[in-house]
């Protein structure tokens, strides 16, 4: 078979370990890795690593809804830059609840995506008789919330064993999103009294108690159930290991990493305020504590990194008061650059990055192997990486419509050079350089 396309020279990265290798790409998926002939249309990367193109499973473009902080396009053309081949999307301001509604989606945004991309859909009380039907028309997963966030209800136990009882029955996916809503609720009503505004609220309102106890009563309700469930943006090692435990008692159920919670701490945001405004809120208080969550990601108890963008431009994080500004921040841009970091300065190894940037996230929700991996036969979708460079996180260089980072003023070692998607080179520079080539992805139960 002729390749399309050889890359020359990288050192491939996988789970397992790396070696110096050729990758040949044929009909969009990888035809062979190793000693390989030269071709017509090469690659020179000598002196640089070949990655997996990250698989984001957790992210909010907002499209269709307020495109002034996000949109497909724009939010697309970041995650590429930053390494992201794979996305799950799913938005609160307009988001998918029926089978209708992932149609209708799916249309329109059909040419509006530079990566390949599945659709979530969230769960409302009322839908929960329907819910195996939308999973049935392909989304990749359910989101489910237990305190009201972003404008979605929260659930109540009752109603979080109703959804999982059903989706168990029809082998649906769950995003749970934990923190408990009666003490969010009791803690908001006394700040509220109080008259503050500061942005001490953060972390007084979005407690870890909260999160813990309703992380406790998720993974209960989830091994009762039988549902696959994976807790979102697990912030604090306590929640990680009552996620292990049910896990070691038989449990479906995995904790999902973002770096916030590994590169911001509680300092930061009582400095900064509404531009550290996100829920749970980063809880680190020192450096013990900021070791103990790296020795969680090193041990295998998080299952997979994803950055949970939710984007705000700087006007937006600055308008009205700690209460009214928007949950979230830009990650897209910066996730993967931010782990590829982290390996190469000795936080945790680069073969566990990709396993839990590519590998674990495309295996817990149906996609590999056709994502996730750089095996023969799965879709060429890699990052190339230059090791030696490094580079400082800025405000002008962020892609995303957020226009700025947490992480700016940041000097990162191993910079990324281009990212491919289906062999098809779509930045250099972490700029797009082709058209909007992304594609459907549907989720494994669909029968549409």
Not at 215 to 232: D, E, K, M
Not at 334 to 348: N, Q, S, Y
Request: hydrophobic share 40%; aromatic share 6%; glycine share 10%.
């Amino acid at each position: 078979m002729t390749a399309d396309l050889v890359v020359k020279g990288g050192t491939v990265v996988t789970s397992e370990g790396r070696r110096r290798a050729d990758l040949s790409v044929s009909a969009g998926r990888v035809a062979a890795v190793g000693d390989l002939d030269s071709s017509d249309n090469e690659v020179d990367a000598s002196g640089l690593l070949v990655l997996p193109g990250m698989v984001d499973t957790h992210v909010h473009l907002m499209d269709p809804g307020p495109t002034d902080r996000e949109d497909f396009p724009t939010g697309t053309a970041a995650a590429a830059g930053g390494g992201i081949t794979t996305i799950i999307e799913h938005t609160h301001s307009n988001p998918v609840r029926s089978r209708q509604d992932l149609v209708e989606k799916k249309s329109y945004l059909r040419g509006h995506s530079h990566v390949d991309y599945g659709l979530a859909a969230h769960i409302w009380p009322e839908d929960v008789s329907h819910l195996a039907d939308t999973w049935d028309a392909g989304v990749a997963f359910f989101k489910m919330f237990t305190c009201t966030t972003h404008g979605v209800p929260g659930l109540d136990p009752a109603m979080v064993k109703k959804a999982l009882d059903t989706l168990a029955g029809c082998g649906a996916k769950v995003l749970a999103h934990c923190e408990d809503e009666s003490l969010t609720g009791e803690a908001e009503k006394i700040l509220r009294q109080q008259g503050r505004t500061d942005p001490g609220v953060i972390p007084e309102w979005r407690t870890r108690e909260a999160e813990l106890v309703a992380v406790a009563s998720t993974a209960i309700l989830t091994g009762a159930s039988g549902a696959s469930v994976t807790l979102a943006h697990v912030s604090h090692p306590d929640a990680v290991d009552l996620v292990a435990g049910a896990r070691a008692r038989g449990a479906d159920i995995a904790a999902e990493a973002c770096p916030q919670y590994l590169a911001l701490d509680e300092e930061e945001v009582l400095e900064h305020g509404a531009l550290r405004k996100f829920t749970p809120p980063a809880r680190i208080r020192d450096d013990e504590d900021r070791s103990a969550m790296w020795n969680v990601v090193a041990r295998g108890d998080y299952s997979h990194f994803s950055t949970d963008h939710a984007p705000s431009t700087l006007a937006q994080k600055n308008e009205g008061d700690i209460w009214s500004v928007p949950f979230g921040l830009p990650g897209v841009d910066t996730t993967l650059p931010f782990l590829i970091d982290a390996a190469l300065t000795g936080h945790v190894s680069l073969e566990h990055v990709v396993k839990m940037t590519s590998m674990n996230p495309a295996s817990r929700y149906g996609l590999a192997p056709r994502k996730g991996s750089l095996v023969v036969g799965s879709d060429a979708d890699f990052v190339l990486v230059d090791p030696d460079a490094q580079w400082q996180v800025s405000d002008a260089d962020i892609v995303s419509k957020a226009g700025w980072s947490p992480y700016s003023g940041r000097t990162l070692r191993g910079r990324i050079v281009a990212t491919y998607l289906r062999g098809r080179q779509i930045t250099e520079n972490r700029r797009v350089v082709n058209d909007r080539i992304g594609e459907f992805l549907p989720g494994v139960g669909s029968h549409a």
